[in-house]
């Protein structure tokens, strides 16, 4: 396999680039990304067996079920970074080691239902919250521990807006590739 194949693999809509430009119609098109989130991948995975849900999206990456567990781990860790920066002054935020957090057996091999489940209700509770932030909320920020930068809230959607779609086209890919839909 190319780099340039392997490249796609790991980033089937490109790397995250944060925008240098957030109009209002962005924001409200990131937040509808998020808000039908869990619909679309409760749809692409619903009818997946257990063969599937432990088969990984590219050679040495996660599997369909890490994936599903990662993005309920991801997320609540995402909605609690914006209720810190919206109660605090610029907080330091906590990190984590996703990679490690894919390998404990919850993440491994916990039926997605669990994550699925808590996806949707997250989401809904995030969108909730989203929905009705100020222009000025939106501006408010928290910092990050590893590289120091201090990140918006509205950045932080546009990321959310990638995250989602990034990891739903890995599974979907894969599934396309796999010939499962």
Known sequence: MTEKELELLRYPIGKYEAPKNISAKDIKKWIKTIDDF???????????DDEQ?????RTGGWTV?????????????SYIRFKWAL???????????????????????????????????????WTEMLKNLTDEQLKRSFVHPKSGAEISLDKLISLYDWHCRHHYAHIK????REKWV
Not at 38 to 48: A, G, K, R
Not at 101 to 110: P, R, T
């Open 173 to 176: 890919a894969l599934a396309k």
């Open 38 to 48: 869990p619909d679309l991948l409760e749809n692409l995975v619903e009818d997946f």
């Open 87 to 125: 109660t605090e002054d610029k907080p330091l935020i906590k990190a984590y080691f996703e990679d490690r957090w894919a390998l404990l057996e919850d993440g491994k091999n916990a039926d997605i239902d669990l994550s699925l489940n808590l996806i949707e209700s997250l989401h809904k509770r």
């Open 53 to 57: 849900l432990d088969t990984p999206y």
């Open 65 to 77: 079920r890490q994936v599903i567990h990662h993005l309920a781990d991801s997320h609540i860790n």
